[in-house]
């Protein structure tokens, strides 16, 4: 009877045994860790990026990144910002750039997305535009996407444009810089500092990353 009792218990425990090593495994193959965007709104702090009057590039790419973090979270991607209010990340362009590039590295960010707003000299420019790194075939299918997703806004597809941007280069992953509008353009202007034109450019952003990310 004594021989049965041992018997049992250590049934018991080589079942609690297995189920405690079993269950990690579990977890892992559920719980795989979703995507993660490092989200980078132009400029900040000392560096007001392009000025028309009272209106500052880096109140507008600030206002959008954020709108379109939170649409991301919604779809269960992950968000990171490389500033969420009016500061810079160092004393030097170039320091700051590379601080927001380094910190997706670092951070093994699945994409890089910048948030800028465009000038031009003839005013007549208008809408967002895509760009990407050349050299990177993701890097372009993404903008594409991004590029889609924008034309209730654009009003017709624009096709994304290669461009050498220190920001793009440095990022190791895939990397787009959204510019959202043309600060050299009045309306463009009065249309980015309006939440509802934000939402809708934020809607746009979000929905191309997701489609890439497959979500
Ligand atoms: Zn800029």
């Not at 297995?18 to 900040?44: E, K, M, N, Y």
Request: charged letters at 15%; a positive charge; glycine letters at 8%.
């Amino acid at each position: 009877m004594r021989k049965l009792l041992i018997w049992a218990v250590l049934a018991v425990l080589a079942a609690g045994y297995w189920l405690i090593q079993r269950s990690p495994d579990t977890v892992a193959a559920q719980g795989a860790p979703s995507p993660l965007v490092v989200i980078d709104p132009g400029h900040g702090g000392w560096d007001p990026g392009a000025v028309r009057g009272a209106v500052y590039e880096k109140t507008l790419t600030l206002a959008v990144a954020l709108k379109t973090g939170l649409l991301l979270q919604q779809r269960d991607i992950r968000v990171y910002y490389t500033r969420s209010r009016d500061t810079a990340l160092s004393t030097t362009v170039i320091r700051d750039l590379n601080q927001r590039a380094g910190l997706a590295n670092r951070l093994g960010a699945t994409i890089f997305c910048s948030v800028h707003v465009n000038i031009e000299s003839t005013g007549t420019m208008a809408g967002p535009i895509v760009y990407f790194t050349p050299t990177s075939g993701s890097s372009y299918r993404l903008a594409k996407l991004v590029s889609r997703a924008l034309v209730p806004i654009a009003g017709q597809f624009r096709p994304p444009r290669p461009i050498r941007q220190w920001v793009l280069n440095v990022a190791q992953m895939p990397a787009i810089n959204v510019e959202i509008g043309f600060l050299s353009h009045q309306q463009d202007t009065l249309n980015m500092q309006s939440a509802a034109h934000q939402r809708q450019l934020a809607l746009g952003i979000a929905q191309g990353i997701s489609q890439y990310l497959g979500r």
